[in-house]
């Protein structure tokens, strides 16, 4: 299992190490440590680059870079998961049951922690037909083929939010309502509830709605997306209904003409089914064992550290820097954030005595012990990691929505022997 969580990494150093003088000059974007300094490695010929571009898309679970076109780091959804990038880059997630404030609106800690994937989701460009005449709401409707497959992934929760301005008029309280549309064996639509949320006519500011079980039927249960229907109402005459833009809700008849920053958009929070696991690609895998016996013997004829009788011995188990610049791979175009991020690596012996800083396992100890009365049965402690955090990134997808992905063991905390 652990040779599976690390088997890209290893790949791509393998891929840097041991082909990489094949074809010095083409671009990387990977930095490594050379012994002295972190420095950047341009020895990677453009076919094995290629390679382990696409395994880093397949790893991101992207099956292609996303054409270039205009992006909006503007718009309400990209500043809404940027916000909720930041807290969770921050660590500020702690308290799993205290509801964060964001620029545009709000979430909850414990929803975005318990994620693996967020997913934020536009208007369509498809309007929805009304087929009830003099409709005070408005139709919504978004657009879902972004929502990832629940094969692989399972909705834990899904919000619309919808922003209002508040007016200058007297103060005044109404619900504002969503319902889910649905069309009947008749023909006739019907209005299921989806969620309310109370404000008043000064309110200016975000409204958020749980729209779980909506999104639920359309995705899981396959009932046919005829969009959300908006109703509000005053709590002075709850039979009458008015227009949302009477209270000051942004309109979004002619989503076109809406200021970017306020744009209706909805929130998926999904959970992998694999718990956030990754492994290497299919072309890394195969050439894993290969690459990687090639390096180890060509280290060991070209080293003469590596004769033990010379007395030399190489350097204990340690965390070393490596580095992947998604700006140097001309990603930023779609990547929104990080332009890079640490990845780290272990390297080194574990030869005896074990030392404090190797945090070796009493395992690790007792392998020592015997390796060195048996060497040629019993190998030496290996050096792995001992803790890794996750990387959450976030980027744009073909259609402008914007999706954060938080991956789990992609950074080496610190090193021992096992």
Request: glycine content about 6%.
């Amino acid at each position: 299992m652990y040779e599976k969580k690390c088997l890209f990494m290893f790949a791509v150093l393998f891929h840097i190490s041991a082909y990489g003088m094949v074809a010095a000059g083409s671009p990387t974007g990977v930095y490594m440590d050379n012994g002295v300094q972190t420095v950047k490695q341009d020895l990677m010929s453009v076919e094995e680059r290629n390679e382990v571009e696409q395994e880093i898309l397949t790893m991101f679970g992207v099956p292609k870079i996303p054409r270039k076109s205009p992006k909006n780091l503007d718009g309400s959804a990209p500043q809404f998961l940027f916000d909720v990038y930041r807290s969770i880059q921050q660590d500020g997630l702690h308290d799993r049951k205290t509801r964060s404030v964001s620029e545009v609106g709000q979430y909850d800690d414990r929803t975005v922690q318990d994620s693996d994937v967020i997913v934020t989701l536009y208007l369509s460009n498809h309007s929805p037909v009304s087929n009830v005449r003099h409709e005070h709401g408005k139709r919504i409707l978004f657009e879902l083929n972004d929502v990832p497959p629940e094969e692989t992934h399972m909705i834990t929760s899904a919000e619309v939010h919808l922003y209002q301005s508040g007016t200058l008029s007297s103060i005044k309280k109404y619900s504002v309502t969503l319902y889910q549309v649905l069309i009947t064996k008749n023909g006739e639509k019907e209005l299921e509830f989806v969620d309310t949320q109370n404000t008043t006519t000064d309110y200016d500011g975000w409204l958020r709605f749980n729209a779980t079980g909506a999104l639920v039927s359309w995705t899981h249960y396959l009932y046919p997306n005829r969009g959300l229907y908006v109703s509000v109402h005053s709590h002075d005459n709850e039979d009458h209904e008015i227009k949302p833009e009477e209270i000051g809700m942004v309109t979004w008849a002619d989503k076109h003409q809406l200021s970017e920053s306020k744009k209706p958009f909805m929130a998926v929070y999904l959970k992998s089914r694999n718990g956030g696991n990754i492994v290497g690609g299919p072309s890394l895998q195969k050439h894993y064992r290969r690459r990687r016996r090639k390096t180890i013997e060509s280290s060991y004829n070209s080293n003469p550290f590596q004769n033990i009788a010379d007395g030399f011995q190489s350097r204990s188990c340690q965390i070393q820097t490596l580095y992947v610049s998604f700006r140097d791979l001309e990603w930023q175009d779609w990547i929104i954030a990080p332009d890079g991020y640490g990845a780290f690596y272990c390297t080194g012996e574990c030869n005896f005595p074990l030392n404090a800083h190797m945090n070796a396992t009493n395992h690790a100890i007792v392998q020592t012990l015997v390796h060195l009365m048996s060497p040629l049965q019993v190998p030496k402690p290996c050096c792995a990691p001992t803790k890794m955090a996750q990387q959450a990134v976030l980027f744009f997808l073909e259609d402008n929505n914007v999706i954060l992905k938080k991956y789990k063991n992609m950074i080496v905390k610190s090193c021992g022997c096992h």
